[in-house]
């Protein structure tokens, strides 16, 4: 049964998704873990976190619809261990929240989970060049699979630190990973971005506001993050004529440059880098006065910028040469330092 062509079907998936999310994302607020806020959080008093547990249960929930009503669907290979190993990275999440987990023996979790998933998904055998496609060897291809899983999981993780930031962000960017999936015709990508799209519109009302009702919390920023990336390595291997490398780094591109760049910031300064901080691009815009929705809006538009040139870009070739990409990142990168420059200026003005 092909997806595309039942969308009544689609709905009802969908919905049941979104109201699974909603519905536990709300008991949440409830019976979640309480963390209190630190030097380097945004807000402040007790906030209730483990929202995330909402979007596993909608996704879960989304999953189990999606077997019952498309009876006999035929996904990409691996589906079904990949959502196995999806689940186990929101447990890996949800036992941090409640244990504080070691930064080196989560992050050596996380690595094992990321290559048992590229060892069942496939790993890139091709890379955009600028005259065309880069033949890669098998080692290559699939060391850049973990490395692309491990470090987008633990991007979306870091950058989850504003009401709204990551749940605005990823909404548009599963938008856009789900209309490639359904011009690339890959199942596997259309099923799992809508049905993630549909448990961050569920969890983002108690999310997206002034004073945030409820954060994610490891479990989701964890499951979000490897989710979006799995995604993305469905796509490439269920759509190997299109070479469509670039879609997953350039929707995210707003996420990445902030983080890398902070983390460039911290190692010319000498800090640990493992040790948690408040020194990112959007967490230096609310220090200074700007509010949390009006940040995470401005990244949400750049990061619809970026959509814009994926799915209409697809089309035209954008994608199959990094020339694309590297423009995007070079203007990215100049409005980082400017943005700093200001906010630097600002509080310097300030201390006189």
């Not at 973990?146 to 009401?163: E, S």
């Not at 989701?220 to 490398?245: K, M, S, W």
């Amino acid at each position: 049964m092909m997806l595309a062509h039942n969308g009544w079907l689609w709905l009802q998936v969908a919905a049941i998704a979104f109201f699974g999310s909603l519905a536990v994302t709300g008991f949440m607020r409830f019976a979640g873990l309480g963390d209190s806020a630190d030097g380097r959080s945004a807000h402040s008093g007790i906030i209730p976190t483990s929202g995330g547990v909402g979007i596993i249960a909608g996704l879960g929930l989304g999953l189990c619809a999606t077997a019952f009503i498309f009876q006999g669907l035929e996904l990409d290979r691996g589906f079904a261990p990949v959502i196995t190993l999806l689940f186990a990275m929101g447990l890996l999440g949800l036992t941090d929240d409640l244990l504080t987990l070691g930064p080196k023996f989560k992050f050596g979790i996380m690595i094992v989970i990321c290559a048992a998933a590229v060892r069942v998904i496939g790993a890139p055998e091709v890379l955009p060049g600028l005259y065309g496609p880069i033949v890669i060897p098998y080692w290559l291809g699939f060391s850049g699979a973990v490395l692309w899983l491990f470090v987008v999981t633990n991007i979306v993780n870091f950058m989850d630190g504003a009401n709204g930031m990551i749940g605005l962000s990823l909404s548009v960017a599963f938008f856009a990973l789900f209309g490639i999936g359904l011009i690339g015709g890959s199942a596997a990508t259309m099923l799992l971005s809508v049905l993630f799209l549909m448990t961050l519109l569920g969890f983002l009302p108690y999310n997206l506001r002034h004073k945030a009702q409820v954060f994610g919390g490891d479990v989701g920023a964890l499951t979000l993050g490897f989710g979006f990336a799995v995604c993305v390595l469905f796509l490439i291997d269920g759509t190997p004529e299109r070479n469509l490398h670039l879609a997953g780094p350039i929707l995210i591109l707003p996420l990445l440059v902030d983080t890398i760049l902070t983390i460039c910031r911290r190692i010319r300064k000498r800090e640990n880098i493992l040790r948690a901080h408040n020194q990112h691009l959007y967490q230096r815009l609310i220090q200074s006065g700007r509010g949390h929705l009006a940040v995470s809006s401005t990244y949400a538009v750049i990061t619809l910028i970026c959509a814009n040139v994926v799915v209409f870009g697809s089309g035209k070739a954008w994608l199959e040469t990094p020339c694309v990409f590297l423009l995007m990142i070079g203007a990215l990168v100049t409005g980082w330092f400017l943005v700093g420059a200001a906010l630097g200026n600002a509080r310097h003005h300030k201390t006189r």
